[in-house]
């Protein structure tokens, strides 16, 4: 399949009901603020190799998984770059693009994939990958200054001509010493600009469509605090269900039933957190098939030292009013919905994040 990959033919441009495949220059040295990024899907990948590799690692099992990329990396050329660095993305494996230290024509093809990647299918870039991506951009800067010096000094050896890809020029604030310029640093700035431009489209969407960025941040903070203490996988998902679910609630039975997943959300957060304390409080846990899924828990936290008498009070009111909104009545705004889901979190950010100070001591 590598064999077949080349630079032509990976995406094309829909416009006036037409398909015009890209010239693999497309925006190349484009950058600023209003750079270049497809955000209407009119931009399309038609790379038959792309496509297959991604299929092809989708298919495999664990051991052909941790294969793929260290093998894909061996077999690049500068030809199937652009192919390689953007199946890379499309599995999530950032890091194995950023493992690549080079600064030879193969490399700055590599990046000029992972740009157009960027550029044409930014969805499939996470926001911790473009912070991956950003600071390795810094470290490209440097290696291509080194090397460039290093061939610099073929200059100085007779040699009155630059070597290929390499320019001088002074420095914006005064006119010496002299900066030396390549391929490589256009690549590094250029790439930085598309990763401010997909941040700031994806923040203006979060805008637009009444997500708050502050909870979001809050959510992805409760996030790491449940992974890294090791509460269940079907609780981390459910925050995401609830996320996807609040977006798309339009009727009075939609609403009602995300308000009933965030209650039961609080619900598992506060008994698993009671379960995580119990080997270092002394006393087990609350259990019992027929009890309560939340009040004895709550008391439990509360006994512990991890809440206080006014927090397990506010807490309790929060989920009768999650009950009642959720299970007996019809009619529950979404503007409530919203309140209630950040009041939740915030509560849970709260109390795990006492939990983890707690296990610390």
Same mark, same amino acid.
């Given at each position: 399949?590598?064999?077949?990959?080349?630079?032509?033919?990976?995406?094309?441009?829909?416009?006036?009901?037409?398909?015009?495949?890209?010239?693999?220059?497309?925006?190349?040295?484009?950058?600023?603020?209003?750079?270049?990024?497809?955000?209407?899907?009119?931009?399309?990948?038609?790379?038959?190799?792309?496509?297959?590799?991604?299929?092809?690692?989708?298919?495999?099992?664990?051991?052909?998984?941790?294969?793929?990329?260290?093998?894909?990396?061996?077999?690049?050329?500068?030809?199937?770059?652009?192919?390689?660095?953007?199946?890379?993305?499309?599995?999530?494996?950032?890091?194995?693009?950023?493992?690549?230290?080079?600064?030879?024509?193969?490399?700055?093809?590599?990046?000029?994939?992972?740009? !157009?990647? #960027? %550029?044409?299918?930014?969805?499939?870039?996470? /926001?911790? =990958?473009?912070? @991956? +991506?950003?600071?390795?951009?810094?470290?490209?800067?440097?290696?291509?200054?080194?090397?460039?010096?290093?061939?610099?000094?073929?200059?100085?050896?007779?040699?009155?001509?630059?070597?290929?890809?390499?320019?001088?020029?002074?420095?914006?604030?005064?006119?010496?010493?002299?900066?030396?310029?390549?391929?490589?640093?256009?690549?590094?700035?250029?790439?930085?600009?598309?990763?401010?431009?997909?941040?700031?489209?994806?923040?203006? !969407?979060? #805008? %637009?469509?009444?997500?708050?960025?502050?909870? /979001?941040? =809050?959510?992805? @903070? +409760?996030?790491?605090?449940?992974?890294?203490?090791?509460?269940?996988?079907?609780?981390?998902?459910?925050?995401?269900?609830?996320?996807?679910?609040?977006?798309?609630?339009?009727?009075?039975?939609?609403?009602?039933?995300?308000?009933?997943?965030?209650?039961?959300?609080?619900?598992?957060?506060?008994?698993?957190?009671?379960?995580?304390?119990?080997?270092?409080?002394?006393?087990?846990?609350?259990?019992?098939?027929?009890?309560?899924?939340?009040?004895?828990?709550?008391?439990?936290?509360?006994?512990?030292?991890?809440?206080?008498?006014?927090?397990?009070?506010?807490?309790?009111?929060?989920?009768?009013?999650?009950?009642?909104?959720?299970?007996?009545?019809?009619?529950?705004?979404?503007?409530?919905?919203?309140?209630?889901?950040?009041?939740?979190?915030?509560?849970?950010?709260?109390?795990?994040?006492?939990?983890?100070?707690?296990?610390?001591?």
């Amino acid at each position: 399949m590598l064999s077949q990959a080349t630079p032509e033919r990976m995406y094309c441009h829909r416009a006036l009901n037409q398909d015009t495949i890209l010239d693999p220059k497309a925006y190349q040295n484009f950058t600023g603020p209003g750079t270049f990024v497809d955000t209407a899907g009119t931009v399309r990948l038609v790379s038959e190799p792309a496509e297959m590799l991604q299929r092809l690692y989708a298919a495999a099992g664990l051991e052909e998984r941790a294969a793929f990329a260290p093998t894909l990396i061996a077999n690049v050329t500068e030809v199937n770059a652009r192919v390689a660095a953007r199946t890379l993305i499309a599995i999530g494996d950032v890091a194995a693009l950023c493992g690549v230290r080079s600064t030879d024509r193969r490399s700055i093809e590599l990046w000029r994939g992972a740009i !157009h990647a #960027l %550029r044409f299918e930014s969805t499939l870039v996470s /926001d911790s =990958d473009l912070d @991956v +991506l950003e600071h390795h951009s810094r470290l490209l800067d440097r290696w291509a200054s080194a090397d460039a010096y290093e061939r610099l000094k073929a200059r100085t050896a007779g040699d009155s001509r630059l070597p290929t890809g390499v320019g001088i020029r002074p420095t914006r604030d005064h006119p010496g010493p002299w900066e030396v310029r390549t391929d490589l640093h256009g690549i590094a700035g250029e790439l930085r600009s598309v990763i401010a431009r997909v941040r700031y489209l994806r923040l203006a !969407h979060k #805008l %637009r469509t009444g997500q708050n960025p502050a909870l /979001d941040a =809050d959510r992805q @903070v +409760l996030l790491s605090r449940l992974h890294s203490l090791g509460f269940s996988n079907a609780l981390i998902s459910a925050c995401g269900e609830i996320e996807s679910r609040i977006s798309t609630a339009r009727t009075d039975i939609d609403v009602k039933s995300v308000m009933d997943l965030v209650r039961t959300f609080l619900e598992e957060v506060v008994e698993e957190a009671s379960r995580k304390i119990e080997h270092k409080v002394g006393s087990p846990a609350p259990s019992g098939a027929k009890m309560s899924h939340y009040t004895p828990y709550r008391q439990y936290l509360e006994n512990g030292g991890i809440i206080g008498p006014e927090e397990s009070e506010l807490l309790q009111k929060l989920y009768n009013f999650l009950s009642n909104q959720g299970a007996h009545r019809l009619g529950t705004a979404p503007e409530q919905l919203r309140v209630a889901y950040a009041t939740v979190i915030e509560w849970c950010m709260l109390v795990v994040g006492r939990i983890q100070a707690y296990l610390r001591v």
